[in-house]
């Protein structure tokens, strides 16, 4: 998928490509995948089962939500198996809401903030009065933003696809979140966003919301936290020790994939505008390199794991930079499979998907103050346009996010 243009996205949200000499998922450099987990399980906190175990969309159900104890068991999408009736919101909610729509393929440009019908929950789904959403300025650029899974259009649509909000009802069978719940999720990127006053989420994607950081803060980590967290520990499989390169350090994604490397006990470098340096160092980057200046190519230093969340990042330019047998993953477009054999390194693309587990476990990292959320800007719902235009001027680091409710 090219997330920088339509022409080359993705016709599903399902699917990652690993272009390798050795396989992410088998023995790389002597040291078998699972035995990394465990590692980093170690490190991180993170529960290596949940980890590698993560079910596809239509697969078995994942393992209890571990953050709401009191809520069923299930997780799975579509219809439950015995569904439940429809939980009644406390009080009626309007048939209509304020939304930040695009009618038409293009740019910021074309976003109008209009009064839409409001979402009703079907049969799964949760509808959360949206308190807080964060957008990715690439995200008009990418073909699911325009589109359902079978590549039909489905203009007009809705931006935005982190969502920070309380649930306000309940499709038929939901279940493990309650109406007035504090949630937080990644919405799917082919249905409506949350640059509204009312989204619609598979109930099973979203999880409780960090306890000790406001809506904001909350809404900037589903979408860029969980690829973070998926790169590094799903795909690359980071070890303690081993060394990572996060290009981009300070973007969306970035921010989050140096906090996530660092955390896994890796030695961590990031590239970057040179005004942000002293902030992703904060972040548990050890060292920093200028991107506008060539020090870090002509450095000739090599990595295990490379992360490319830069975005238009040459890859050319990249591959020396990951040690042989060494990881790449890449965001932005799956790369040519031969670049891979050429380079003798593995090169994993992939699109973030939701995952309850993997958001309840960020929660839990954000509480206890080892992951931090990074806002770098806010607008109010009626500016969504322009916060969308804001990618072309000066820039702080982390997410940008709109405030709703
Ligand atoms: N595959 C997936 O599931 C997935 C998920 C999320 C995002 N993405 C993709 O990942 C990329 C990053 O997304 P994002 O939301 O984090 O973007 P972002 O917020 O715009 O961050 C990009 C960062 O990269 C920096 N940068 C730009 N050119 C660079 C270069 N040549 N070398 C090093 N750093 C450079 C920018 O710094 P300055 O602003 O200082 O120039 C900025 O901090 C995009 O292509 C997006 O489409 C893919």
């Known amino acids: 998928m090219d997330m920088t243009s339509a022409a080359a996205a993705p016709a ?21 995948a699972p035995d990394i987990k465990a590692a980093n399980a170690k490190t991180l906190g993170v529960k290596a089962p949940g980890a590698t175990a993560r079910p596809g969309r ?26 439940t009736a429809p939980i009644a919101p406390t009080a009626p909610i309007a048939p209509t809401m304020m939304a930040l729509r695009a009618h038409s393929r293009g740019g910021p440009e074309k976003l109008v903030r209009e009064r839409v019908p409001r979402p009703v929950p079907a049969a799964g789904e949760a509808l959360v009065k949206v308190r807080a959403a964060a957008i990715t300025f690439a995200e008009l650029g990418w073909d699911l933003s325009w589109t359902r899974l079978d590549g039909s259009d489905r203009t007009p649509v809705i931006p935005a696809h982190e969502v920070s909000g309380l649930v306000a009802e309940l499709g038929p069978g939901a ?17 409506d966003g949350a640059a509204a006053e009312y989204v619609t989420v598979w109930a099973g994607d979203l999880a409780r919301r960090p306890r000790t950081v406001d809506d904001a ?7 860029a936290a969980l690829t973070a967290f998926q790169a590094l520990v799903d795909h690359a499989v980071l070890a303690p020790g081993e060394r990572a390169l996060v290009l981009g350090g300070a973007g969306g994604v970035g921010v989050y994939g140096v906090q ?14 040179a005004a942000d340096a002293e902030f992703v160092r904060a972040l548990g980057a050890h060292e920093f390199f200028d991107y506008t200046t060539d020090d870090l190519e002509r450095s000739g230093a090599q990595f295990d794991v490379v992360l490319d969340a830069a975005g238009a990042t040459e890859l050319e330019r990249v591959y020396p930079l990951v040690r042989p047998g060494g990881r790449l993953v890449t965001l932005a477009a799956p790369p040519p499979a031969e670049d891979a054999d050429h380079h003798g390194v593995a090169v994993i693309f992939f699109i973030v998907r939701p995952d309850h587990d993997q958001l309840a476990h960020l929660a839990r990292l954000v509480d206890e103050g080892r992951i931090r959320p990074v806002v770098a800007r806010t607008f109010p719902l009626a500016e969504g346009r322009a916060a969308f235009e804001s990618a072309t001027g000066p820039r702080l680091p982390g997410k940008t996010v709109l405030t709703v409710g």
């Open 217 to 223: 803060e909350a809404a900037a980590l589903p979408l």
């Open 260 to 273: 996530v490397a660092a955390g896994l006990g890796a030695w961590v470098a990031a590239t970057g505008s």
């Open 58 to 83: 239509s697969a078995a159900p994942p393992a209890e939500p571990e953050s709401l104890p009191e809520s069923p068991s299930a997780t799975r999408r579509g219809p439950a198996a015995a569904p």
């Open 12 to 32: 599903k949200t399902d699917q990652a490509t690993t272009s390798s000499v050795k396989s992410s998922n088998t023995k790389i450099s002597g040291i078998k």
């Open 175 to 191: 279940r493990g979140v309650a109406v007035g719940d504090a949630v937080y999720g990644l919405v799917d990127f082919d249905r």
